[in-house]
């Protein structure tokens, strides 16, 4: 039975990211994933199973050679205004570039068979979610002595050449 939970049709989780896809070097990166439990009917060998699958880890690969996990957290979003907190499940990238976040989601499976108590399948299900692209950028703060009003021709105000 666990090769057949491996093999049936559970959707993995979908990921997503705060900012995304583009953030900044140095900044905390909120990444969720979104799994929901499933449960689904097979014909297995002329009988009718009915499988249950349950998100109990996360696998966080976040592209620059840094992973997490397994963990029960999932993630969550946040409001814009809470955006570059820590979470369980941020991270903040310390080189600018294009990476690539993978979440292997483990799911825990129970079966029955023609209508049958539940069962546990033993050990999990692996399923991959989708890749999920992010740049990472770089910030440049400039400070300047004078405003566009002191100095009209100044870096930045728009009269500049």
């Known amino acids: 039975m666990e090769h057949e939970f491996q093999n049936s049709p559970v959707a993995p989780a979908t990921v997503g990211s705060q900012p995304g896809p583009n953030t900044l070097r140095g900044a ?6 979104q799994a929901t439990e499933q449960a ?8 009718k199973v009915h499988i249950t699958a349950t998100p109990i880890a ?3 690969d976040y ?3 840094i992973a997490l996990g397994p963990t029960p957290n999932s993630g969550a979003q946040l ?3 809470r955006w570059g907190e ?11 570039g294009n990476f690539t976040v993978t979440v292997a989601t483990h799911f825990r499976g129970t079966y029955s068979v023609n209508g049958g108590a539940p069962l546990a399948i033993p050990g999990h299900g ?10 990472v950028w770089r910030t440049v703060t400039k400070t300047y002595a ?4 002191q100095n009209p021709q100044g870096e930045g105000c728009g009269n500049a050449p």
Do not use: M, R
């Open 28 to 33: 905390e990166t909120n990444l969720y994933a």
């Open 63 to 65: 592209g620059d050679g």
């Open 126 to 135: 692996t399923f991959n979610s989708a890749l999920l692209p992010v740049s």
């Open 146 to 149: 004078d405003d566009c009003l």
């Open 40 to 47: 689904f009917d097979l014909d297995l060998l002329g009988q």
């Open 79 to 81: 409001p814009q205004d």
């Open 58 to 60: 996360y696998v966080w």
């Open 86 to 96: 820590k979470t369980l499940t941020s991270h903040i990238y310390t080189h600018t």
